[in-house]
């Protein structure tokens, strides 16, 4: 059974970063596409960015250039590194694992709120 367990997030001021780490403790880390999604109250879940095992990134259009996800197989984690957050970047964050032969993976979520 493969496990996401988050941490980092927590309460910052507009302009600040935080940076969210997610560690997998299944053995086919290297396998996956690592991804990160936030929802906030009322809101559809949507996804921030991903990585694939071979280290492609994208980002959803409101991050990009603020936002930026990087992995190391060797140690089963994927990060999120956040700069210049805004209140609108308030959610809770959760990591997301796919693998190639069908099975997906959601971490419990970390919440980061952003204050004006």
Known sequence: QVQLVESGGGLVQAGGSLRLSCTSSGSSFRFNTMGWYRQAPGKQRELVASITREGSTAYTGSVKDRFTIS??????????????????????YYCNAKFPWGSEYWGQGTQVTVSS
């Open 71 to 92: 992995r190391d197989n060797a140690k089963n984690t994927v990060w999120l590194q956040m700069n210049s957050l805004k209140p609108e970047d308030t959610a809770a």
